[in-house]
């Protein structure tokens, strides 16, 4: 037993205008409370002057379930399956959930948000945005915290804190902490970046960044690690450079900087066994007001640690076309020979 109020029902001072479907048919509504209007079919709106749209589709939103005072739901869409509990919100995202205040979102699906003042672009499909003030414009993103942001076409990142910026077209990076800079506006050179602490620069393909809290800029007091590479086929130097071929420079630091570097480097032929090098390169550098006054401060220590081929060599030199270190790789002629560096800098601003 039970009861049937019709196929639209509201219960205080509202307006149910659910639209057609493609069949020409009306699934209902029901809206309680007062002020509220149900445009949408099969979907429910409970408090005080919050709106399901019809949007702009046949059909308009569908099964959909508002909650609150002041929220919008499909008013430049038409949202299935969405969410939404709290106030002020305006969403139109497919299968979405909604939690808080003043949260926004557009036709940016499967996607949950909850806090305050938190904003989603319509590229931020699958993420999970929680706290307040965070942006959000790529897809696959974890953002919370406060005032995080995470730019166009950044996808599969995670970004916790406060103040944290991923660049745009940055993937697969981690950030935690506060007043990070993450990315390039290299391509690719901010993907697989991890910061932590307080105001890392990070900048090159698969860093690893630590700050200490910055003196006044961000970047200026952190340390990192990352892994240059290359391959010789001949007694030609070649330079290491981060993540592949494509990328063209080493570990640069910025204008007013200085650094100090430790390389540790691995050498061997693809083609023969027992072929082998190993190193290590120390220094440091100054880089003043452009990229061409970067030079070394004294000289490099080098330690050979092993050589099967004593033809081969490894040493590190200023760039002064980019503004960094240098780590150049020597093999021999007709040997194929993988280099791997890992490259640790501490550096200072100022």
């Known amino acids: 037993m039970g009861y049937k109020f019709g196929k639209y029902a509201s219960f205080g001072a509202n307006t149910l205008t659910p639209s057609a479907t493609s069949a020409g048919l009306f699934y209902g509504g029901v809206a309680i409370g007062t002020g509220n209007t149900n445009a949408g079919n099969a979907s429910l709106v409970v408090g005080s002057g919050n709106s399901i749209a019809s949007g702009a589709s046949l059909g308009g939103s569908l099964g959909c379930l508002v909650v609150g005072r002041g929220n919008t739901l499909g008013g430049g869409a038409s949202p299935t399956g969405a969410l939404m509990i709290g106030s002020g919100n305006n969403a139109s995202s497919d299968y979405s959930i909604t939690l808080g205040r003043g949260n926004t979102h557009e036709t940016a699906s499967f996607l949950l948000v909850g806090g305050t003042g938190n904003t989603v672009g319509t590229g931020g499909d699958y993420s999970l945005v929680y706290g307040e003030s965070c942006v959000v414009s790529g897809n696959y993103n974890l953002a919370g915290g406060y005032e995080t942001t995470i730019k166009n076409n950044a996808a599969a990142n995670a970004v916790w804190g406060e103040a944290i910026t991923l660049d745009d077209n940055a993937t697969c990076s981690a950030a935690f902490g506060a007043y990070h800079s993450v990315g390039s506006t290299v391509t690719s050179q901010g993907n697989f970046i991890f910061a932590s602490g307080y105001g890392a620069d990070a900048r090159f393909y698969g860093q690893r960044v630590l700050a200490g809290r910055q003196f006044s800029a961000v970047g200026d007091a952190q340390t990192s690690?990352?892994?240059?590479?290359?391959?010789?086929?001949?007694?030609?130097?070649?330079?290491?450079?981060?993540?592949?071929?494509?990328?063209?420079?080493?570990?640069?630091?910025?204008?007013?900087?200085?650094?100090?570097?430790?390389?540790?480097?691995?050498?061997?032929?693809?083609?023969?066994?027992?072929?082998?090098?190993?190193?290590?390169?120390?220094?440091?550098?100054?880089?003043?007001?452009?990229?061409?006054?970067?030079?070394?401060?004294?000289?490099?220590?080098?330690?050979?640690?092993?050589?099967?081929?004593?033809?081969?060599?490894?040493?590190?030199?200023?760039?002064?076309?980019?503004?960094?270190?240098?780590?150049?790789?020597?093999?021999?002629?007709?040997?194929?020979?993988?280099?791997?560096?890992?490259?640790?800098?501490?550096?200072?601003?100022?």
């Open 225 to 350: 690690d990352l892994i240059v590479k290359c391959q010789t086929t001949s007694a030609t130097p070649v330079e290491a450079v981060a993540g592949h071929s494509s990328n063209t420079s080493g570990f640069n630091i910025p204008n007013d900087s200085a650094g100090v570097f430790k390389v540790t480097v691995i050498a061997r032929n693809t083609g023969a066994n027992d072929d082998c090098a190993a190193y290590t390169l120390v220094g440091a550098l100054d880089r003043n007001a452009t990229a061409g006054t970067t030079a070394l401060l004294g000289s490099v220590t080098k330690t050979v640690i092993h050589e099967d081929d004593g033809t081969w060599d490894v040493n590190a030199t200023a760039d002064t076309s980019d503004g960094g270190i240098q780590v150049l790789c020597t093999g021999a002629a007709g040997k194929n020979v993988n280099w791997v560096c890992r490259m640790e800098m501490t550096e200072v601003v100022g």
